[in-house]
């Protein structure tokens, strides 16, 4: 007798095991946009950003004005909510906006008294401050310095002028050994002792040698993938070095990995090319470009060399991004193609020679320094035009601007001739405040600025006089009196704005 098989229906998804109907699942998109929106409290700024690109409707709940309003009193506590007309969130990046744009006559200030001596550069990120004077070399914790604690470690490891200082993250070295130092920075310096030092934790962990002169510049990024990346350097020998951050050994014993050989003259700029980091882009004082791979090897010297062009004018900056390098040279700038190291087009072209250079590629604009003033440059436009024109004349300086700093908010610029420091709207070049870095009172006849450095709400500016100089820190985060509200009909003048009115130290 052949077994026979039975066929019964299967349970449809909405009975129980006794056929009864069960309540259908509940999904998130069930609350009201009210009961969400409470949810957010324990969420970030980040988190609210994430979580809005998500799907519409968590759009609609991270755009809502309850999220806002408690983002907004968390963020400015001391601060009063104005009465919103566009939406609180509106309001909201309207005020990070001016408080970046330094907008404001009223932030934390902070100054510290040094020696008549300038400063060369100046690094600022996060709580820590870098400041190279001469061949010693100053870190300040910035809350420290707030709070009138011993906030001054000096280091003094090398012995001539330094050139050059960079902030690297300190799980890409060999030096990170817990998970928690992986958010901190390890400080990279060079020197015409020919020498290159990293530094943590207030001493030197490493010190590499193989230039035959000054160091003069560093990679402005690691070379390579994962852990074991390189650091590059171009020195007076007219060579480019690379150095393993995975080397032991406080002298950097075994750190050469390659020296590349090419350029006549003193090497002045390199940067690592942004679509493949294995690749390093030099320039020399004679404005000739060389394109290295880093992971190129032969006995041939120069065979790492993958490309080669040239622009005309002395170098003043240069820039990578993706497959482009953007170079300012002479009167110009313009952006050459890794790939083939062939001209694009000229992006900018200027009446007097070019001091200093920035670029944002992803906003299309560039801003150049010259003598007296800066300009700023819409990218797309020029690249379609055989005649650039400038966005905007940043006038009101007195000398050469080559304190430049650009960002998506703003531009600030600076003369080592002028003790005022000037800043702008980055999409429009509208002026913005004028910031005095000291006066004669202060510092007794004042030379100027020497350096400045910008990050966020903050700047931090660096004036000498023959009598002594000042470290001036601003924080314009916390901010509440606007320049316009501050000042008379006078304060909105776009050209060379009184300076009581902007001057932080009034009554």
């Not at 098989?5 to 009201?32: F, N, V, Y």
């Not at 510049?217 to 690379?242: C, F, I, N, Q, W």
């Amino acid at each position: 007798m052949e077994p026979s098989l039975s066929l019964s229906p299967s349970p449809s998804p909405s009975t129980g095991d006794h056929g009864s109907e069960t309540e259908p699942a509940t999904s998130i998109t069930d609350l009201d946009v009210d009961a969400l929106a409470h949810c957010t409290s324990y969420l970030s700024l980040q988190d609210v950003s994430n979580m809005a690109m998500s799907c519409k409707f968590l759009n609609r709940v991270a755009y809502s004005d309850l999220v806002w309003h408690r983002l907004y009193r968390e963020q400015w506590p001391q601060q009063l909510p104005p009465s919103f007309t566009s939406g609180v969130r509106e309001a909201y990046l309207d005020r990070v906006s001016a408080l970046q744009q330094f907008k404001f006559v009223d932030p934390l200030v902070a100054d510290f008294y040094t020696d008549a001596k300038p400063y060369q550069h100046i690094l600022l990120d996060k709580n820590l401050m870098v400041l190279s004077q001469g061949s010693s070399i100053q870190m300040m914790k910035i809350d420290s310095f707030l709070h009138g604690r011993d906030f001054v470690l000096l280091l003094n490891d090398h012995k001539a002028r330094v050139t050059c200082t960079r902030l690297f993250p300190f799980n890409e070295t060999s030096l990170s050994r817990s998970e928690s130092q992986s958010k901190e920075k390890i400080l990279v310096s060079s020197s015409s002792d020919h020498s290159i030092r990293l530094w943590w934790k207030g001493s030197c962990q490493r010190c590499f040698r193989g230039h035959n002169g000054p160091v003069l510049t560093l990679s402005d990024k690691l070379l390579g993938d994962g852990s074991a990346k390189s650091l590059a350097s171009g020195g007076e020998d007219g060579t480019v070095r690379l150095w393993s951050l995975s080397s032991s050994g406080k002298r950097g014993q075994q750190a050469l990995k390659a020296t590349f050989y090419g350029h006549e003259k003193p090497v002045k700029l390199v940067s690592v090319a942004e679509y493949k980091t294995s690749l390093l882009v030099s320039i020399s004082r004679d404005s000739k470009i060389r394109v290295w791979d880093a992971t190129a090897s032969s006995t041939v010297r120069s065979s790492c060399c993958v490309g080669m062009t040239s622009v005309l004018g002395t170098p003043v900056n240069m820039k990578c991004h993706e497959s482009l390098l953007y170079v300012a040279a002479g009167t110009h700038v313009v952006a050459i193609d890794l790939r083939t190291m062939q001209k694009v087009s000229t992006l900018a072209v200027s009446k007097s020679r070019l001091c200093s250079f920035e670029i944002l590629p992803l906003k299309s604009s560039l801003c150049t320094g010259e003598d007296d003033r800066a300009i700023l440059w819409d990218i797309r436009k020029n690249q379609a035009k055989a005649k650039t024109d400038p966005v905007a004349e940043l006038d009101g300086h007195i000398g050469p601007v080559i304190h430049l700093h650009m960002d998506p908010q703003k531009i600030v610029t600076g003369t080592q001739k002028d003790v005022n420091i000037n800043t702008w709207e980055a999409g429009t070049g509208n002026f913005t405040n004028s910031l005095t870095c000291c006066t004669p009172e202060e510092v007794g006849p004042c030379l100027g600025c020497s350096a400045i450095a910008v990050d966020g709400y903050r700047i931090v500016t660096a004036a000498n006089g023959k009598e002594g100089g000042l470290l001036r820190f601003r924080d314009f985060k916390n901010a509440s009196c606007p320049v316009s509200v501050h000042g008379d009909e006078q304060s909105s003048k776009f050209w060379d704005p009184p300076e009581s009115l902007y001057s932080e130290n009034d009554d």
